[in-house]
C-alpha cells in the first residue's frame, strides 16, 4: 500500500471523528518503493483537502503531508513534534473556529458526501501535468484552479448543506441563509439550481422550502 | 554401540549413516544465509554449528552499521526459517571431526558434545534454570552478567533448549547437586550424557567459521584485564543492548554507573607487525566505532565521546556519510593520534589515555570508560582446523583462497564464506554465501532437488461462517517494549475488546517456542484472527504469517500491531503514554482484524531462463554461474566486445594477470553452449515481473524480444573524468586507470619519469559527490609499488587523505611506505595546488602540499600526475533503474533491497544486482558479488512457480462507471478495460498488480478495492483510533 492509497474520504473520517489534525507520511518525490510516484497523488490529494478544509472554515494547516525516508528517523520525530504542537495551537476542531458541533458536523458530512464527486472533478480537471512539488503548489494556488474550484465544488458544497438541512425538516429561506451563513441571493441562486434539477420544491402555501 | 575415545571423553558412535548435500560448518550469519540459499535451491543442508544455538557474532551485536537496524531483530527471523525449513538439518553443540572422500562425495564423522540435555525432550521452559543453584558468566553476554550453569544460550536461540555447562555445575565437581535433573518434568536432562559420532555424507562443504576477536589482555598494553573500566567493542555491544547485561542501559564495570566521558580507542590488534598483532586492517572497527557511538549519544545525549583514530575507513557504501553523521553529533571528538593506556585512578576507577595532536603535543585525558575497537581474528583452533578439512592458510590464518575466486579453498568440493576468507563486514559475508551457494549448485546441479522436501502445513480451516475469534500476542522484546510499555496492562486491555477470545504476553513472540505456542493456541482456542503487538511487519510479517499457516489459517487473518518502532522506542521517556498508545494501536488492529479476509496467493510459472545485463567480470561471471549450474543465460553487453571496465586493468595488488584472465573468461564465457551472447546491444523495453519477464532490445540492427525469469544488473561503473588539477589541459596530468595503461604498455614518459605524484579522492569525498570510492587508494598503492619496481630511484608521492587499503591491503600499503613511496596526508580544507612549471629548464608540474607534520608548504616537482579519481555509476544507470523497477541511492548507484541482509536482492524481485553497478569494489569482491547474485537467482530458476501476494486490487464489476481513472495511475499497467454485455468494465490483471491501491483511492464509486487495505478496513482503524467521538 502506497501513500498514494490515502483516500481523501479517510482524512475527511478522521475529522468526522474529531482528530484534530491528519499526518501523512510518504516517500520522498523520486524515491518511490512502487515506481508509480502514488506520492505525487497524495500530494493532490492532500492539496485539494486543504482547499475543501478552508471552504469548510476548519484550518487547512490540520492536513499535513511530509516526505521521511525509513532512514530519517530523527526527522520524522522533529516533523511529528513540530505538527503536534502546531494542532496544539490551533486547538481541538471546531472550537478553535467558534464553530458549533452540529455546524461542523453538516460541513464535514456535506465533505464526506461529496467524495465520489470530488475525485470526478479530481480526474477531469485537476491533474497536475508536471511532477514536481513547485508545479503543484503552483497549480493548486493558481487564479484557474481557484475558479474552477468554486464553480464546481464550493456551490456544490454548499448546496449539500443545504440539502441535508431541508432533509432534515421544510425551511425558510431567511433560515436556510442564517444556518449556512449565506447571502439570501446566494441562497436563492441555489435553491434555483437545484430547483431545476428537481432537487428541492416549494411549499408556497406555508412558504418553505423542501426535499423533494 | 561401539565406543571409542574422543578428546578424554567416551563417544557414542551412531551407526546409521545419513546423507545430504552439502554440510555448511559454522552457523553465523554467512553459514546461516548459505544454508538457507541452498536449500531454497534444492539441497539438503547439516547446518553445523559447535556452539549451543545458531546466530554466531551477529546475534551478539546490539544494531549493525550504516543503517543502524537491530542486529537481532534481522537475524533472528533467519533462525526460525532455518529451523522450519525442511531441507535444513540444524546440528548445535557439534563439531567436525574428520573428512574423508572427495568433491561430490565427502565422508563427514560429526562429534555432538553432551549437552546433557536431550533434545528432543526439552521444551525450553526454563524451570530447571530456575532450580539451578550457580551463578556463572554468562558467555553470550561476554562474561559482564551471570547466568546459571544450565541455562539457554540466549532468548531467541534456536534451538531453544538449555544445556549444562560442566566448568560450572556443581554435579561435575563433586556429584553434589542434581536439582535440576528432578525439577525437569519431562525427564530431559541427562548428567551422564556422552559424546556422540554421527557420521554424514554429503557431496560438498561451504566453511564458514567466522572469526575470533582480537584478544587485547594478551598484549597486556591496553589495561584490558587489569583496570575493569577498560572493555572491547563487543563487550560495549553487549552493554548497549537491550537483552544485554543491564538491559540496554550503558553502565561501566567497576561501579555500575552510566559512564559520561566514554574514549574509543582504534586499530587495536590490527594495522601492526609487532608479535601478536595483527599486519591487516580489520575493516569493521571504524564504522561499528561511529556506530557505538551514534548508539552510545542516543541511549544519553550529553554522553562525551572521543575516538582516538588512525585513518578513518570509510569505505563502505554510505559509510562517508554515517562517519559524518557520528563526527558531527555534539560532544563528539574524533582525534588522529596514537595513543597508549595511561593508569587507572585509584578510588574513581576511571582511565586515563595519553595520547597527542599537532597542536596541543602530548596530552593525558580521563575518562570513565574506555572501549578498544578489537579486530577481527581468524577462528581459534584455525590451523587444527584447516588439517581436518585438508584446507590451506594464508599467512595470515585465513583460508587460502583461489586468486580469481575467494570462495574457492585450496580443496575442490570445499568452499569458503563469510569472514574466514578475511576481514569481512555482513553483507560481504552474506554474498559470499550465496556465492558458495553458487559453487555448490555448479558441482551437484546432477543431484539437485533429488532430497528435496517440500514444507508440509496443516489444511486450512475454513472460518468464513464463524465469528472473528481474535488472539492477541503482546510481545516484551526482551526489554526493548517491555522497559517502556506495561505489558500486562496492555494484554489485560486487550482481553476486553471485541472479538478478543485469548490475550497474552511473550518474552519474544518471534523466538520458536513463542511461535510454536502461538499456533497451538490457534488451535486450542479456535483462534481465526491473530494480532501480534510487536515490531514492524518488514522484519517480522513473513514470520507471523507462516505461524498462521501452521496453525491452519489463513496467514491473511495476521495483523501486526507495531508497539515497538512506532512506540516504545519513540516514547522511551513516556512510559504512561506509551502504554496508552500501545492499547490504542492494539484497539485499532483488533478492530481491523474483524474485517479481514482470508486471500489467496497465487503460483505463477517460472521461466527458466536468466537475463544478465553488462558483459564485464561481474556480468560474466555470473552467467557462466548460472549456465555451470544448468540455465540458460542470456548476457548483454552494450560495447562491441566483452569485458567491460577490466579491459583497462592489467594487474592487481596481489599479482593477478587481469587481461590473461579475461580473455580466458570471454573464452568460456563464448564456448558454453547455454550462454547467448548479444554485444553491441541496447534496452529498449522491460515489462514483467519475477519469473515471467519481458525484456526487448536491439543488438547491432536486430530487435529481440527476450523472455527470462530472472534479471541480473551489472552494468559496472565508470571513472570520473577530472575537470580538477589541469587534467585535460596538460597531457602529463593522468587518471590513475591511464597511468596503470601506460606503465602497462612500457610507456617511455612513465618509465623516464624521476618523480611522480598521486592525488587521492579526486571527484569524491566532497559536496558533488559525498561518499568513498573504495578502491582508489589500493589502486594507487599498487601502481606506487609497480612503478617502484619498474624504477626503484623514481620518487613517487601520494597525496591523500586517509589511507583506505582495508583488509589484507593494508600489507601492500605498508611493503609501498617500506619501499620508500611517500605518503603526506592533506586537509579538505587545504588542497593540495598544481601549477606547470619550468625547473631548471626541466618542464615540470609543481605541487604544493602542506606537511601536515611540519606545517609548512612542500613543493614536489612531477613528470607525471596521477589523479585518483572518483568512480562514479555508469551513464544508463538511470535508463536500466527505470526499466527494472531497481532503486538507486542518493550517490546513483544501485540499491539493494536491504544493506546488511539482501545485499544482492532489489526490492524488486527477480531482479539481482553485482559488481560496481552497486558500488565501486575491487575484482576479488566483484567476482564474490556474482556468484552471489547467480546463487540468489538459482533459488528462483529451480522453482517451477513463484508465489505473488494474495494483497491485489479487485473489481466489483456492478458499481464501474468505466471512467478510467483506475487505469490512469496504473503504471504497471495491471488494470484494462473489457468488454461486457454492459458495456465496458475495468478488471486487474492480479499478476501484474503490486498492490500499491492508487486505483482504490481515485475509483469515485468504490469499485475497485485493494485487498486487505479494503476502505472498510482501513475505516474500521480510524474508527477505533478516534473511538470517543466516533459517530453514532
Redesign the interface.
Given at each position: 500500500?502506497?501513500t498514494?492509497?490515502?483516500?481523501?474520504?479517510?482524512i475527511l473520517?478522521?475529522f468526522?471523528?474529531?482528530?484534530d489534525g491528519v499526518f501523512i507520511g510518504g516517500c520522498w518525490p523520486g524515491?518511490c518503493?512502487?515506481?508509480?510516484?502514488?506520492n505525487y497523488?497524495a500530494l493532490s490529494?492532500v492539496h485539494l483537502s486543504r482547499k475543501l478544509l478552508k471552504l469548510a472554515g476548519i484550518g487547512p494547516e490540520r492536513v499535513r503531508l511530509e516526505w521521511i525516508s525509513a532512514?530519517e528517523g530523527s526527522r520524522f520525530?522533529e516533523v511529528m513534534n513540530d505538527f503536534s504542537l502546531k494542532v496544539r495551537e490551533l486547538g481541538p476542531i471546531g472550537n478553535g473556529a467558534g464553530m458549533s458541533e452540529d455546524g461542523l458536523k453538516l460541513k464535514l458530512d456535506a465533505l464526506n458526501a461529496m467524495?465520489?464527486?470530488i475525485?470526478?472533478v479530481?480526474?477531469e480537471r485537476l491533474r497536475v501535468p508536471v511532477k514536481s512539488e513547485e508545479a503543484y503548489t503552483q497549480f493548486f494556488n493558481s487564479d484557474a484552479v481557484e475558479r474552477l474550484f468554486k464553480e464546481l465544488i464550493a456551490d456544490k458544497f454548499e448546496i449539500c448543506r443545504m440539502m441535508a438541512l431541508l432533509r432534515e425538516k421544510p425551511r425558510s429561506t431567511g433560515e436556510l441563509s442564517q444556518i449556512l451563513g449565506l447571502s439570501p441571493s446566494d441562497i436563492s441562486r441555489h435553491l434555483n439550481v437545484s430547483a431545476r434539477q428537481g432537487l428541492v420544491k416549494f411549499d408556497a402555501t406555508r412558504n418553505l422550502i423542501a426535499a423533494a | 554401540m561401539e565406543k571409542e575415545f574422543f578428546e578424554g571423553e567416551f563417544v557414542k558412535r551412531r551407526a546409521d549413516i545419513e546423507s545430504g548435500d552439502v554440510m555448511v560448518v559454522g552457523a553465523g550469519i554467512s553459514g546461516i544465509q548459505a544454508a538457507l540459499d541452498l536449500a531454497e535451491t534444492g539441497f539438503r543442508v547439516f547446518l553445523v554449528e559447535k556452539s549451543p544455538a545458531i546466530g554466531g557474532k551477529m546475534s551478539q551485536l546490539d544494531k549493525t552499521f550504516p543503517?543502524n537496524d537491530c542486529s537481532m531483530c534481522i537475524e533472528s527471523p533467519k533462525f526460525i526459517e532455518c529451523a522450519r525449513h525442511p531441507n535444513i538439518e540444524i546440528l548445535t553443540y557439534t563439531e567436525v571431526d574428520r573428512v574423508r572422500g572427495e568433491a561430490g562425495d565427502f565422508k563427514v564423522t560429526l562429534i555432538k558434545k553432551p549437552r546433557y540435555v536431550i533434545e528432543e525432550r526439552c521444551t525450553g521452559c526454563t524451570t530447571c534454570v530456575e532450580y539451578c543453584p550457580v551463578k556463572a558468566p554468562d558467555p553470550f553476554n561476554q562474561n559482564l552478567s551471570l547466568n546459571k550453569a544450565i541455562h539457554i544460550y540466549f532468548s531467541q536461540a534456536v534451538p531453544l533448549i538449555t544445556y549444562v555447562d560442566p566448568d560450572t555445575c556443581l554435579y561435575f565437581q563433586d556429584e553434589k547437586c542434581n536439582i535440576c535433573v528432578g525439577a525437569c518434568k519431562n525427564n530431559a536432562i541427562d548428567l551422564h550424557q556422552e559424546a556422540e559420532e554421527v557420521e554424514v555424507e554429503v557431496g560438498a562443504i561451504v566453511l564458514s567459521p567466522g572469526y575470533e576477536i582480537f584478544d587485547p589482555g594478551r598484549r597486556n598494553d591496553y589495561g584490558y584485564g587489569r583496570m575493569e573500566n577498560v572493555v572491547t567493542s563487543l563487550d560495549f555491544e553487549r552493554l548497549l543492548c537491550a537483552t544485554g547485561p543491564y538491559e540496554g542501559e550503558i553502565r561501566r564495570p567497576s561501579d555500575l554507573k552510566h559512564p559520561h566521558k566514554v574514549a574509543w580507542i582504534q586499530c587495536v590488534g590490527s594495522r601492526r607487525v609487532t608479535p601478536g598483532d595483527n599486519s591487516y586492517c580489520s575493516g569493521v572497527c571504524c564504522a561499528y566505532t561511529q556506530k557505538q557511538v551514534i548508539l552510545a549519544k542516543d541511549h544519553d545525549a550529553d554522553l562525551q565521546a572521543t575516538v582516538f583514530h588512525n585513518d578513518i575507513r570509510a569505505f563502505g557504501k554510505d559509510f562517508e556519510r554515517f562517519y559524518q553523521r557520528a563526527e558531527n553529533l555534539p560532544g563528539v571528538r574524533f582525534i588522529r593520534s596514537y595513543v597508549s593506556v595511561g593508569k587507572e585512578i585509584p578510588g574513581s576507577k576511571n582511565v586515563t589515555i595519553r595520547y597527542s595532536t599537532l597542536e596541543d603535543g602530548v596530552q593525558e585525558e580521563e575518562f570513565d570508560l574506555v572501549v578498544l575497537s578489537v579486530g577481527l581474528n581468524p577462528p581459534r583452533h584455525v590451523k587444527g582446523m584447516a588439517d581436518k578439512f585438508g584446507i590451506e592458510l594464508d599467512p595470515h590464518g585465513f583460508c587460502r583462497t583461489n586468486p580469481v575466486n575467494p570462495i574457492e579453498t585450496s580443496r575442490p568440493g570445499i568452499f569458503v564464506s563469510g569472514a574466514f576468507q578475511g576481514p569481512i563486514d555482513i553483507p560481504e559475508s552474506v554474498v559470499s554465501a550465496s556465492g558458495a551457494d553458487a559453487l555448490c549448485s555448479q558441482l551437484l546441479a546432477y543431484r539437485r532437488g533429488k532430497l528435496d522436501k517440500e514444507r508440509v502445513y496443516p489444511p486450512e480451516k475454513d472460518v468464513s461462517e464463524e465469528e472473528p475469534r481474535v488472539g492477541v500476542f503482546v510481545c516484551h522484546c526482551g526489554a526493548n517494549i517491555g522497559r517502556v510499555v506495561d505489558v500486562p496492562s496492555v494484554v489485560e486491555y486487550a482481553s476486553t475488546l471485541p472479538n478478543v477470545v485469548h490475550a497474552q504476553e511473550s518474552l519474544f513472540a518471534c523466538s520458536t517456542d513463542n511461535a510454536q505456542q502461538i499456533s497451538n493456541t490457534i488451535l486450542e482456542k479456535g483462534l481465526n484472527r491473530v494480532v501480534v503487538a510487536a515490531c514492524t511487519p518488514r522484519t517480522h510479517e513473513p514470520l507471523f504469517r507462516d505461524t498462521l499457516r501452521e496453525g491452519g489459517i489463513n496467514p491473511y487473518f495476521y495483523e501486526m500491531a507495531n508497539i515497538r518502532e512506532h512506540c516504545s522506542w519513540?516514547h522511551s521517556r513516556e512510559t504512561r503514554d506509551a502504554t496508552q498508545k500501545a492499547k490504542d494501536v492494539v484497539r485499532m488492529s483488533v478492530a481491523r482484524t474483524a474485517l479481514l479476509e482470508p486471500l489467496q496467493e497465487f503460483e505463477l510459472p517460472v521461466d527458466k531462463r536468466g537475463l544478465v545485463i553488462g558483459g564485464g567480470i561481474a556480468g560474466m561471471t555470473s552467467a557462466l554461474s548460472l549456465a555451470n549450474q544448468g540455465f540458460e543465460v542470456y548476457l548483454l553487453e552494450k560495447d562491441k566486445d566483452l569485458g567491460g571496465m577490466a579491459r583497462r586493468i592489467h594487474y592487481t595488488l596481489e599479482g593477478l594477470d587481469v587481461q590473461g584472465y579475461l580473455d580466458d573468461l570471454i573464452r568460456k564465457v563464448y564456448k558454453h553452449s547455454s550462454i547467448h551472447v548479444y554485444t553491441d546491444t541496447t534496452l529498449l523495453d522491460a515489462s514483467g515481473y519475477v519469473g515471467n519477464f519481458t525484456t526487448t532490445v536491439r543488438s547491432g540492427m536486430m530487435r529481440r524480444e527476450i523472455r527470462h525469469g530472472i534479471t541480473i544488473i551489472a552494468t559496472g561503473a565508470e571513472e570520473y573524468k577530472p575537470t580538477e588539477y589541469l587534467y585535460g589541459e596538460d597531457e602529463r596530468v593522468v587518471t590513475s586507470v591511464e597511468l596503470e595503461e601506460a606503465i602497462a604498455r612500457g610507456d617511455e614518459r612513465v618509465a623516464q619519469a624521476q618523480s611522480l605524484v598521486m592525488i587521492q579522492c579526486v571527484g569524491c569525498r566532497n559536496e558533488d559527490r559525498n561518499y568513498c570510492s573504495r578502491i582508489c587508494c589500493s589502486h594507487s598503492v599498487k601502481n606506487a609499488l609497480k612503478l617502484k619496481e619498474l624504477n626503484p630511484q623514481m620518487d613517487v608521492y601520494i597525496l591523500f587523505r586517509d589511507m583506505r587499503t582495508y583488509g589484507l591491503k593494508e600489507d601492500y600499503y605498508r611493503e609501498a611506505s617500506e619501499k620508500d613511496a611517500r605518503f603526506i596526508r592533506w586537509d579538505p580544507q587545504d588542497k593540495p595546488a598544481v601549477e606547470a612549471v619550468e625547473e631548471e629548464g626541466r618542464p615540470v608540474l609543481r605541487v604544493t602540499v602542506t606537511d601536515p607534520v611540519l606545517g609548512n608548504q612542500l613543493a614536489l616537482d612531477a613528470d607525471i600526475l596521477a589523479l585518483a579519481a572518483a568512480i562514479v555509476p555508469s551513464a544508463d544507470t538511470n535508463t536500466i533503474s527505470?526499466l527494472f523497477?531497481a532503486?538507486l541511492n542518493p550517490d546513483g548507484f544501485f540499491q539493494e533491497a536491504h544493506v546488511k541482509l539482501r545485499p544482492v536482492d532489489f526490492?524488486a524481485e527477480g531482479v539481482f544486482l553485482c559488481g560496481t553497478a552497486h558500488y565501486p569494489k575491487h575484482i576479488t569482491e566483484t567476482i564474490s558479488q556474482a556468484y552471489g547474485a547467480a546463487g540468489r537467482a538459482v533459488t528462483i530458476l529451480t522453482k517451477d512457480s513463484v508465489v505473488a501476494s494474495g494483497?491485489v486490487c479487485e473489481v466489483k464489476e456492478d458499481d464501474c462507471v468505466s471512467?478510467g481513472?483506475c487505469i490512469?495511475?496504473?503504471?504497471?499497467g495491471a488494470i484494462a478495460f473489457h468488454e461486457t454485455p454492459r458495456g465496458k468494465k475495468a478488471t486487474v490483471n492480479p499478476v501484474l498488480c503490486?498492490?500499491?491501491?492508487?486505483c482504490?483511492?481515485?475509483?469515485?464509486?468504490?469499485a475497485i478495492t485493494?485487498k486487505h487495505?479494503t476502505?472498510d478496513e482501513?475505516?474500521s482503524q480510524?474508527?477505533a483510533?478516534?473511538p470517543?467521538?466516533?459517530?453514532a
Open positions: 500500500m502506497c498514494g492509497r490515502v483516500d481523501l474520504a479517510f473520517r478522521a468526522s471523528n474529531g482528530a524515491e518503493h512502487y515506481v508509480t510516484e502514488g497523488l490529494t532512514s520525530a467524495v465520489p464527486y475525485k470526478l479530481e480526474r | 543503517t519513540v527505470k523497477k532503486s526490492a494483497a471512467c481513472a490512469s495511475v496504473c503504471n504497471y503490486k498492490g500499491d491501491g492508487l482504490n483511492s481515485r475509483c469515485p464509486t468504490g485493494l487495505f476502505d482501513v475505516f480510524i474508527d483510533a478516534l470517543a467521538s466516533q459517530p
